[in-house]
């Protein structure tokens, strides 16, 4: 299951999310969203859980919890949501 985490600290970073999400299972990828310009983080990362049941629970867990100061949010990715913000195209 491939999941959106929101609101992310700009100074969080991709290790500190895979330690956070690997808690509750096993993580299949984990990909903090850059700015290209400035190389600083979006704010926002895709998590992949291969175990449905692990990523619900990350999901209940994680949602609206304090990391680095910001309350994240933790939901399914859409499929047409993580295309459009990863700068993916429908093609």
Same mark, same amino acid.
């Given at each position: 299951m491939k999941l959106l985490v929101r609101n992310l600290a700009r100074n969080t970073t991709e290790e500190e999310l895979r330690k956070l999400f690997s808690v509750h299972g096993t993580l299949q990828s984990c990909s903090l969203v850059m700015d290209k310009a400035t190389? %600083?983080? *979006?704010?926002?990362?895709? @998590? %992949?859980?291969? *175990? @449905?049941? %692990?990523? *619900?629970?990350a999901i209940k867990t994680l949602n609206g919890s304090d990391v680095d100061g910001s309350i994240i949010r933790v939901k399914k990715a859409e499929d047409l949501v993580a295309k459009e913000e990863s700068g993916q195209s429908k093609d």
């Open positions: 190389g %600083e983080s *979006k704010g926002f990362a895709f @998590v %992949e859980m291969p *175990k @449905v049941g %692990e990523a *619900k629970a």
